[in-house]
Protein backbone atom coordinates (compact mmCIF):
# COMPACT_ATOMS: atom_id res chain seq x y z
CA UNK A 1 0.00 0.00 0.00
CA UNK A 2 1.72 3.40 -0.72
CA UNK A 3 -0.30 5.12 1.48
CA UNK A 4 -2.77 4.51 4.35
CA UNK A 5 -5.69 5.81 4.13
CA UNK A 6 -7.16 8.56 6.79
CA UNK A 7 -8.79 6.27 9.80
CA UNK A 8 -12.26 7.50 9.45
CA UNK A 9 -12.68 6.39 5.77
CA UNK A 10 -10.98 3.04 5.85
CA UNK A 11 -12.25 1.89 9.98
CA UNK A 12 -15.49 3.22 10.53
CA UNK A 13 -18.40 1.43 9.62
CA UNK A 14 -20.74 3.63 7.35
CA UNK A 15 -23.82 2.93 5.51
CA UNK A 16 -23.26 1.71 1.89
CA UNK A 17 -22.52 3.94 -0.41
CA UNK A 18 -21.17 6.59 2.16
CA UNK A 19 -17.74 5.61 2.37
CA UNK A 20 -17.10 6.38 -1.12
CA UNK A 21 -18.44 9.82 -1.30
CA UNK A 22 -16.29 11.15 1.79
CA UNK A 23 -13.61 9.52 -0.18
CA UNK A 24 -14.44 11.49 -3.38
CA UNK A 25 -14.83 15.08 -0.92
CA UNK A 26 -11.21 14.13 0.72
CA UNK A 27 -9.50 13.47 -2.86
CA UNK A 28 -11.14 16.67 -4.27
CA UNK A 29 -9.34 18.45 -1.18
CA UNK A 30 -6.13 16.63 -1.51
CA UNK A 31 -6.40 17.70 -5.43
CA UNK A 32 -7.59 21.36 -4.85
CA UNK A 33 -4.30 21.31 -2.67
CA UNK A 34 -1.90 20.03 -5.09
CA UNK A 35 -3.38 22.37 -7.25
CA UNK A 36 -2.66 25.13 -5.61
CA UNK A 37 0.77 24.71 -3.95
CA UNK A 38 1.42 23.60 -7.83
CA UNK A 39 0.23 26.89 -8.99
CA UNK A 40 2.33 28.84 -6.52
CA UNK A 41 5.35 26.80 -8.02
CA UNK A 42 4.88 28.07 -11.37
CA UNK A 43 3.59 31.49 -10.55
CA UNK A 44 5.81 32.70 -7.54
CA UNK A 45 9.29 30.22 -7.67
CA UNK A 46 11.14 33.26 -9.53
CA UNK A 47 9.88 35.54 -6.83
CA UNK A 48 10.35 33.33 -4.36
CA UNK A 49 14.30 33.16 -5.11
CA UNK A 50 14.78 36.87 -6.09
CA UNK A 51 13.33 37.75 -2.79
CA UNK A 52 15.65 35.63 -0.85
CA UNK A 53 18.72 36.39 -3.02
CA UNK A 54 17.95 39.91 -2.68
CA UNK A 55 17.30 39.47 1.04
CA UNK A 56 21.38 38.43 1.72
CA UNK A 57 21.10 34.73 0.75
CA UNK A 58 24.27 33.81 -0.99
CA UNK A 59 24.15 32.09 -4.37
CA UNK A 60 25.23 29.12 -2.93
CA UNK A 61 22.96 29.04 -0.61
CA UNK A 62 19.92 29.80 -3.10
CA UNK A 63 19.06 26.53 -4.27
CA UNK A 64 18.75 24.56 -0.55
CA UNK A 65 16.94 27.86 0.64
CA UNK A 66 14.82 27.85 -2.23
CA UNK A 67 13.61 24.43 -1.55
CA UNK A 68 13.15 25.13 2.61
CA UNK A 69 10.84 28.01 1.55
CA UNK A 70 8.34 25.77 0.12
CA UNK A 71 8.59 23.33 1.84
CA UNK A 72 7.52 25.79 4.65
CA UNK A 73 4.62 27.37 2.61
CA UNK A 74 3.73 23.45 1.82
CA UNK A 75 3.39 22.17 5.27
CA UNK A 76 1.31 26.00 6.02
CA UNK A 77 -0.97 25.76 3.02
CA UNK A 78 -4.19 25.50 4.70
CA UNK A 79 -3.08 28.77 6.94
CA UNK A 80 -2.61 30.65 3.23
CA UNK A 81 -5.89 33.06 2.88
CA UNK A 82 -7.38 32.51 -0.84
CA UNK A 83 -5.34 35.83 -2.62
CA UNK A 84 -3.13 36.11 -0.43
CA UNK A 85 -0.34 33.24 -1.89
CA UNK A 86 2.13 35.86 -3.10
CA UNK A 87 2.43 37.67 0.41
CA UNK A 88 2.94 34.44 2.10
CA UNK A 89 5.39 33.39 -0.18
CA UNK A 90 7.58 36.96 0.64
CA UNK A 91 7.33 36.27 4.57
CA UNK A 92 7.95 33.11 4.67
CA UNK A 93 11.29 33.97 2.50
CA UNK A 94 12.49 36.62 4.38
CA UNK A 95 12.25 34.82 7.36
CA UNK A 96 14.10 31.23 5.57
CA UNK A 97 16.78 34.74 4.36
CA UNK A 98 16.81 35.94 7.39
CA UNK A 99 17.68 32.73 9.43
CA UNK A 100 20.12 32.03 6.70
CA UNK A 101 22.17 35.08 6.77
CA UNK A 102 22.14 34.21 10.70
CA UNK A 103 23.70 30.90 10.15
CA UNK A 104 26.11 32.45 7.83
CA UNK A 105 27.36 34.72 10.22
CA UNK A 106 27.43 31.98 12.76
CA UNK A 107 29.60 29.82 10.78
CA UNK A 108 32.03 33.20 9.67
CA UNK A 109 31.59 32.42 6.36
CA UNK A 110 30.65 35.52 5.01
CA UNK A 111 33.60 37.51 2.96
CA UNK A 112 35.00 40.64 3.56
CA UNK A 113 35.16 42.28 0.14
CA UNK A 114 36.43 45.38 -0.56
CA UNK A 115 34.70 47.60 -3.38
CA UNK A 116 37.52 47.82 -4.64
CA UNK A 117 37.19 44.26 -6.02
CA UNK A 118 34.39 44.89 -7.85
CA UNK A 119 35.99 48.29 -9.55
CA UNK A 120 38.81 45.55 -10.19
CA UNK A 121 35.81 43.84 -12.15
CA UNK A 122 34.77 46.52 -13.49
CA UNK A 123 38.24 47.78 -15.71
CA UNK A 124 36.66 46.20 -18.81
CA UNK A 125 33.51 47.32 -20.14
CA UNK A 126 31.83 44.26 -21.11
CA UNK A 127 32.14 43.27 -17.65
CA UNK A 128 29.32 46.29 -17.19
CA UNK A 129 26.81 43.73 -18.62
CA UNK A 130 27.69 40.57 -16.92
CA UNK A 131 24.87 40.17 -15.05
CA UNK A 132 26.93 37.49 -12.72
CA UNK A 133 29.37 40.51 -11.74
CA UNK A 134 26.59 43.12 -11.03
CA UNK A 135 25.06 40.52 -9.09
CA UNK A 136 28.65 40.20 -6.64
CA UNK A 137 28.47 44.33 -6.61
CA UNK A 138 24.45 44.84 -6.11
CA UNK A 139 25.01 41.85 -3.07
CA UNK A 140 27.77 44.03 -1.28
CA UNK A 141 25.64 47.16 -1.90
CA UNK A 142 23.21 45.86 -0.71
CA UNK A 143 25.39 44.10 2.53
CA UNK A 144 25.93 47.44 3.09
CA UNK A 145 22.38 48.81 4.00
CA UNK A 146 20.55 48.20 7.27
CA UNK A 147 18.25 45.58 7.51
CA UNK A 148 15.14 47.55 7.49
CA UNK A 149 16.32 49.50 4.22
CA UNK A 150 17.24 47.09 2.68
CA UNK A 151 14.58 45.11 3.10
CA UNK A 152 11.80 48.34 1.66
CA UNK A 153 14.19 48.64 -0.98
CA UNK A 154 14.05 45.41 -2.55
CA UNK A 155 10.20 45.14 -1.78
CA UNK A 156 9.89 48.01 -3.57
CA UNK A 157 12.69 48.54 -5.89
CA UNK A 158 12.74 44.73 -7.12
CA UNK A 159 9.43 43.30 -6.19
CA UNK A 160 7.48 46.51 -7.24
CA UNK A 161 5.32 46.35 -4.09
CA UNK A 162 3.83 49.57 -3.26
CA UNK A 163 4.85 51.02 0.52
CA UNK A 164 1.02 50.67 0.99
CA UNK A 165 1.48 46.38 0.67
CA UNK A 166 5.07 46.95 2.06
CA UNK A 167 3.37 48.41 5.20
CA UNK A 168 0.85 45.95 5.72
CA UNK A 169 3.30 42.84 4.62
CA UNK A 170 6.12 44.37 7.20
CA UNK A 171 3.18 45.57 10.01
CA UNK A 172 4.70 48.76 9.75
CA UNK A 173 3.28 52.50 9.21
CA UNK A 174 3.47 53.27 5.68
CA UNK A 175 5.09 56.80 7.00
CA UNK A 176 8.09 54.56 8.12
CA UNK A 177 7.81 52.49 5.14
CA UNK A 178 8.24 55.59 2.78
CA UNK A 179 11.32 57.12 5.07
CA UNK A 180 13.00 54.03 5.34
CA UNK A 181 12.93 53.92 1.45
CA UNK A 182 14.43 57.14 0.99
CA UNK A 183 17.07 56.39 2.99
CA UNK A 184 17.73 53.48 1.27
CA UNK A 185 17.92 54.84 -1.94
CA UNK A 186 20.02 57.51 -0.86
CA UNK A 187 22.48 55.34 0.98
CA UNK A 188 22.42 53.12 -2.21
CA UNK A 189 23.10 55.34 -4.44
CA UNK A 190 25.87 57.18 -2.50
CA UNK A 191 27.63 53.37 -2.34
CA UNK A 192 27.10 53.35 -6.44
CA UNK A 193 28.88 56.66 -6.77
CA UNK A 194 31.93 55.43 -4.71
CA UNK A 195 31.87 52.08 -6.79
CA UNK A 196 31.87 54.46 -10.09
CA UNK A 197 34.07 57.29 -8.86
CA UNK A 198 36.83 54.44 -7.62
CA UNK A 199 36.29 52.70 -11.13
CA UNK A 200 36.57 56.01 -12.80
CA UNK A 201 39.63 56.47 -10.99
CA UNK A 202 41.47 53.26 -11.42
CA UNK A 203 39.92 53.61 -15.26
CA UNK A 204 41.60 57.03 -15.64
CA UNK A 205 45.50 55.91 -13.94
CA UNK B 1 1.88 61.89 3.59
CA UNK B 2 2.05 62.54 -0.62
CA UNK B 3 4.99 59.89 -0.46
CA UNK B 4 2.79 57.16 1.01
CA UNK B 5 -0.05 58.36 -1.26
CA UNK B 6 1.70 58.44 -4.64
CA UNK B 7 4.17 55.72 -4.89
CA UNK B 8 7.54 57.12 -6.20
CA UNK B 9 8.87 55.90 -9.15
CA UNK B 10 11.43 52.53 -9.03
CA UNK B 11 14.62 53.82 -9.42
CA UNK B 12 15.13 51.96 -12.99
CA UNK B 13 12.57 54.16 -14.22
CA UNK B 14 14.48 56.71 -13.88
CA UNK B 15 18.20 55.76 -13.42
CA UNK B 16 20.89 57.80 -12.57
CA UNK B 17 23.39 55.63 -14.62
CA UNK B 18 24.19 52.89 -16.79
CA UNK B 19 25.84 51.12 -13.36
CA UNK B 20 22.90 51.78 -11.57
CA UNK B 21 20.75 50.35 -14.58
CA UNK B 22 22.65 47.45 -14.60
CA UNK B 23 22.94 47.05 -10.52
CA UNK B 24 19.16 47.39 -10.51
CA UNK B 25 18.68 44.82 -13.49
CA UNK B 26 20.73 42.04 -11.76
CA UNK B 27 18.66 42.27 -8.62
CA UNK B 28 15.62 42.26 -10.88
CA UNK B 29 16.44 38.76 -13.09
CA UNK B 30 16.83 36.27 -11.01
CA UNK B 31 15.55 33.19 -12.56
CA UNK B 32 15.56 30.14 -11.31
CA UNK B 33 17.05 27.40 -12.62
CA UNK B 34 15.11 24.55 -14.54
CA UNK B 35 17.45 22.04 -12.61
CA UNK B 36 16.47 23.96 -9.40
CA UNK B 37 12.82 24.21 -10.13
CA UNK B 38 12.91 20.03 -11.29
CA UNK B 39 14.06 19.72 -7.51
CA UNK B 40 11.59 21.44 -5.73
CA UNK B 41 8.66 19.70 -7.64
CA UNK B 42 10.39 16.51 -6.77
CA UNK B 43 10.33 17.50 -3.37
CA UNK B 44 6.78 18.78 -3.12
CA UNK B 45 6.03 15.47 -5.02
CA UNK B 46 5.10 17.00 -8.43
CA UNK B 47 5.53 15.63 -11.95
CA UNK B 48 7.40 12.19 -12.22
CA UNK B 49 6.92 11.46 -8.56
CA UNK B 50 3.92 11.81 -6.90
CA UNK B 51 3.26 13.60 -3.58
CA UNK B 52 1.66 12.31 -0.22
CA UNK B 53 -1.22 13.81 -1.20
CA UNK B 54 -0.93 12.32 -5.06
CA UNK B 55 -0.98 9.19 -4.16
CA UNK B 56 -3.36 9.12 -1.85
CA UNK B 57 -5.57 10.77 -4.59
CA UNK B 58 -4.86 8.47 -7.08
CA UNK B 59 -5.49 5.75 -4.67
CA UNK B 60 -9.10 7.27 -3.71
CA UNK B 61 -9.85 7.73 -6.98
CA UNK B 62 -9.15 4.50 -8.39
CA UNK B 63 -11.42 2.99 -5.49
CA UNK B 64 -14.43 5.34 -6.61
CA UNK B 65 -13.76 4.06 -10.25
CA UNK B 66 -13.76 0.33 -8.93
CA UNK B 67 -16.82 0.92 -7.21
CA UNK B 68 -18.01 2.83 -10.07
CA UNK B 69 -16.93 -0.52 -12.41
CA UNK B 70 -18.45 -3.22 -10.21
CA UNK B 71 -21.72 -0.78 -9.15
CA UNK B 72 -22.09 -0.99 -13.49
CA UNK B 73 -21.36 -5.19 -13.62
CA UNK B 74 -23.82 -5.45 -10.92
CA UNK B 75 -26.53 -3.69 -12.59
CA UNK B 76 -25.57 -5.43 -16.22
CA UNK B 77 -26.20 -8.92 -14.13
CA UNK B 78 -29.23 -7.72 -12.74
CA UNK B 79 -30.61 -5.94 -15.82
CA UNK B 80 -29.90 -8.92 -18.10
CA UNK B 81 -32.04 -11.57 -17.12
CA UNK B 82 -34.86 -9.29 -16.76
CA UNK B 83 -34.20 -8.48 -20.35
CA UNK B 84 -34.60 -11.93 -21.59
CA UNK B 85 -37.87 -12.40 -19.08
CA UNK B 86 -39.68 -13.96 -21.80
CA UNK B 87 -37.38 -16.29 -22.83
CA UNK B 88 -37.25 -18.41 -20.05
CA UNK B 89 -40.77 -19.52 -20.64
CA UNK B 90 -39.52 -22.05 -23.69
CA UNK B 91 -36.67 -23.22 -21.64
CA UNK B 92 -38.93 -24.27 -18.77
CA UNK B 93 -40.75 -25.81 -21.14
CA UNK B 94 -38.31 -27.80 -22.50
CA UNK B 95 -37.05 -28.80 -19.05
CA UNK B 96 -40.12 -29.67 -17.10
CA UNK B 97 -44.18 -30.27 -17.18
CA UNK B 98 -45.97 -27.45 -19.43
CA UNK B 99 -48.32 -26.69 -16.91
CA UNK B 100 -45.65 -24.86 -14.46
CA UNK B 101 -44.29 -22.47 -17.35
CA UNK B 102 -45.82 -19.42 -15.38
CA UNK B 103 -44.72 -19.94 -12.21
CA UNK B 104 -41.33 -21.39 -13.37
CA UNK B 105 -40.51 -18.04 -15.02
CA UNK B 106 -38.84 -16.27 -12.36
CA UNK B 107 -37.56 -19.58 -10.96
CA UNK B 108 -35.54 -19.88 -14.05
CA UNK B 109 -34.31 -16.96 -13.31
CA UNK B 110 -32.76 -17.26 -10.46
CA UNK B 111 -31.15 -20.44 -10.48
CA UNK B 112 -29.28 -18.93 -12.95
CA UNK B 113 -28.42 -16.00 -10.18
CA UNK B 114 -28.37 -18.66 -7.32
CA UNK B 115 -24.82 -20.17 -7.90
CA UNK B 116 -22.93 -21.59 -10.81
CA UNK B 117 -22.84 -25.20 -9.46
CA UNK B 118 -27.05 -25.33 -9.80
CA UNK B 119 -27.20 -22.84 -12.85
CA UNK B 120 -24.85 -25.45 -14.53
CA UNK B 121 -27.23 -28.63 -13.32
CA UNK B 122 -29.99 -26.39 -14.87
CA UNK B 123 -28.04 -26.69 -18.17
CA UNK B 124 -26.23 -29.70 -18.15
CA UNK B 125 -28.44 -32.02 -16.66
CA UNK B 126 -32.33 -31.07 -16.56
CA UNK B 127 -33.13 -33.61 -13.95
CA UNK B 128 -30.94 -31.68 -11.51
CA UNK B 129 -32.38 -28.66 -12.63
CA UNK B 130 -35.25 -29.91 -10.02
CA UNK B 131 -34.57 -29.16 -6.94
CA UNK B 132 -34.22 -25.11 -7.33
CA UNK B 133 -37.05 -25.01 -9.45
CA UNK B 134 -39.27 -26.91 -6.91
CA UNK B 135 -39.71 -24.08 -4.25
CA UNK B 136 -41.26 -22.25 -6.49
CA UNK B 137 -43.57 -24.08 -8.67
CA UNK B 138 -45.04 -24.08 -5.08
CA UNK B 139 -46.20 -20.46 -5.92
CA UNK B 140 -43.45 -18.53 -4.16
CA UNK B 141 -42.78 -16.53 -7.09
CA UNK B 142 -41.71 -13.43 -4.82
CA UNK B 143 -39.13 -15.42 -4.10
CA UNK B 144 -37.14 -15.43 -7.14
CA UNK B 145 -37.27 -11.85 -7.89
CA UNK B 146 -35.86 -11.37 -4.22
CA UNK B 147 -33.09 -13.75 -5.17
CA UNK B 148 -32.80 -11.92 -8.01
CA UNK B 149 -32.24 -8.79 -5.96
CA UNK B 150 -29.85 -10.39 -3.53
CA UNK B 151 -27.76 -11.72 -5.76
CA UNK B 152 -27.02 -8.27 -7.57
CA UNK B 153 -27.01 -6.45 -3.96
CA UNK B 154 -23.99 -9.37 -3.18
CA UNK B 155 -22.55 -8.49 -6.01
CA UNK B 156 -22.46 -4.77 -5.81
CA UNK B 157 -20.49 -4.98 -2.60
CA UNK B 158 -18.18 -7.16 -4.59
CA UNK B 159 -14.68 -5.46 -3.38
CA UNK B 160 -12.87 -4.08 -6.39
CA UNK B 161 -10.69 -6.63 -7.21
CA UNK B 162 -13.36 -8.99 -7.54
CA UNK B 163 -15.39 -7.31 -10.15
CA UNK B 164 -14.14 -8.94 -12.98
CA UNK B 165 -15.24 -12.57 -11.70
CA UNK B 166 -18.54 -10.22 -11.27
CA UNK B 167 -18.47 -9.88 -14.66
CA UNK B 168 -17.24 -13.31 -15.76
CA UNK B 169 -20.27 -14.68 -13.52
CA UNK B 170 -22.40 -12.15 -15.29
CA UNK B 171 -21.42 -13.25 -19.23
CA UNK B 172 -22.14 -16.94 -17.74
CA UNK B 173 -25.68 -16.20 -16.66
CA UNK B 174 -25.75 -15.12 -19.53
CA UNK B 175 -25.43 -18.04 -21.43
CA UNK B 176 -27.71 -20.01 -19.29
CA UNK B 177 -30.31 -17.75 -20.34
CA UNK B 178 -29.85 -18.26 -24.07
CA UNK B 179 -29.36 -22.26 -23.81
CA UNK B 180 -32.09 -22.34 -21.26
CA UNK B 181 -33.99 -20.28 -23.69
CA UNK B 182 -33.13 -22.84 -26.37
CA UNK B 183 -30.94 -20.49 -28.00
CA UNK B 184 -27.52 -22.21 -28.30
CA UNK B 185 -26.01 -20.54 -31.06
CA UNK B 186 -26.83 -17.48 -29.20
CA UNK B 187 -25.05 -19.06 -26.28
CA UNK B 188 -22.20 -19.95 -28.41
CA UNK B 189 -22.10 -16.25 -29.85
CA UNK B 190 -22.18 -15.00 -25.97
CA UNK B 191 -18.73 -17.69 -25.52
CA UNK B 192 -16.97 -16.58 -28.41
CA UNK B 193 -17.31 -13.10 -26.76
CA UNK B 194 -16.39 -14.20 -23.58
CA UNK B 195 -13.81 -15.87 -24.01
CA UNK B 196 -12.34 -12.42 -26.24
CA UNK B 197 -13.12 -10.83 -23.21
CA UNK B 198 -11.47 -13.08 -20.52
CA UNK B 199 -8.43 -14.16 -22.28
CA UNK B 200 -7.16 -15.60 -18.79
CA UNK B 201 -10.68 -15.85 -17.49
CA UNK B 202 -10.89 -17.80 -13.89
CA UNK B 203 -14.45 -19.20 -14.92
CA UNK B 204 -12.85 -20.93 -18.36
CA UNK B 205 -13.60 -24.31 -17.25
CA UNK B 206 -17.42 -23.71 -16.73
CA UNK B 207 -17.99 -21.84 -19.74
CA UNK B 208 -16.21 -25.05 -21.23
CA UNK B 209 -19.04 -27.01 -19.72
CA UNK B 210 -21.22 -24.63 -21.33
CA UNK B 211 -19.76 -24.49 -24.33
CA UNK B 212 -20.35 -28.17 -24.31
CA UNK B 213 -23.26 -28.10 -23.50
CA UNK B 214 -24.28 -25.63 -26.15
CA UNK B 215 -22.72 -27.40 -28.97
CA UNK B 216 -25.15 -30.35 -27.87
CA UNK B 217 -28.18 -28.48 -27.74
CA UNK B 218 -27.30 -27.32 -31.33
CA UNK B 219 -27.16 -30.35 -32.47
CA UNK B 220 -23.32 -30.49 -32.96
CA UNK B 221 -23.44 -33.64 -30.71
CA UNK B 222 -20.17 -34.87 -32.27
CA UNK B 223 -17.78 -32.23 -31.96
CA UNK B 224 -19.41 -31.57 -28.09
CA UNK B 225 -18.26 -34.96 -27.08
CA UNK B 226 -15.01 -34.72 -28.75
CA UNK B 227 -14.57 -31.52 -26.56
CA UNK B 228 -16.51 -33.47 -23.07
CA UNK B 229 -13.62 -36.61 -23.46
CA UNK B 230 -10.42 -33.48 -23.74
CA UNK B 231 -11.93 -31.88 -20.73
CA UNK B 232 -12.04 -35.32 -18.81
CA UNK B 233 -8.93 -35.75 -20.06
CA UNK B 234 -7.31 -32.40 -19.46
CA UNK B 235 -9.34 -32.38 -16.10
CA UNK B 236 -9.85 -35.66 -14.90
CA UNK B 237 -10.28 -34.87 -11.36
CA UNK B 238 -11.84 -31.59 -11.72
CA UNK B 239 -15.20 -30.57 -9.69
CA UNK B 240 -17.03 -30.40 -12.86
CA UNK B 241 -15.67 -33.37 -14.69
CA UNK B 242 -18.48 -35.86 -13.42
CA UNK B 243 -21.16 -33.56 -15.28
CA UNK B 244 -19.25 -33.90 -18.01
CA UNK B 245 -18.48 -37.36 -17.39
CA UNK B 246 -22.48 -37.93 -17.22
CA UNK B 247 -23.30 -36.26 -19.91
CA UNK B 248 -21.05 -38.47 -22.00
CA UNK B 249 -22.84 -42.00 -20.56
CA UNK B 250 -25.72 -40.34 -21.89
Redesign the interface.
Known sequence: M??D?PAPIARRRSP?GAW?VR??K??MS??E??TR??AM?DDH??M???VL??AGVTDAQ??DE??RT??TV?RRLDDIRPGAEKSFLIQIALRVAAHARRTLARRKEVDIVDVAEFVDIERSPER??D?KR??Q??DW??GQLEEDLRLVF?L???E?M???DI?KLLSIP??T??SR??RA?SK??EL?SA??VS?ASKVGS | ?S??SR??P???EQP?????F????????????PA??A???E??G?DGQL???????V???R??VW?LAAMVVSAAAVAMPLIHRNMPERAVGNAGPPGKQNSDKTETLSASHVGQKSALEATLDPAAAAPPSEPSTDGQTAKPSRSTDEAGSQRS?HLPARNALAAELAALDVVRIKLNAGEPRAAQQVLDAYQRDFPKARLALEAEVLRIDALDRAGQSEAARKRAAAFIQAHPKGVLTGRVRRYLDK
Open positions: IIFPHELTALARDLRVLDVARRNLDIQLIALTQMRLLILSHEFESMLSQGVALRRFRMVEH | MDTPPRLIQSPLESLLRAGIDVRVATRAVLTLFSASSKARVTFRALV
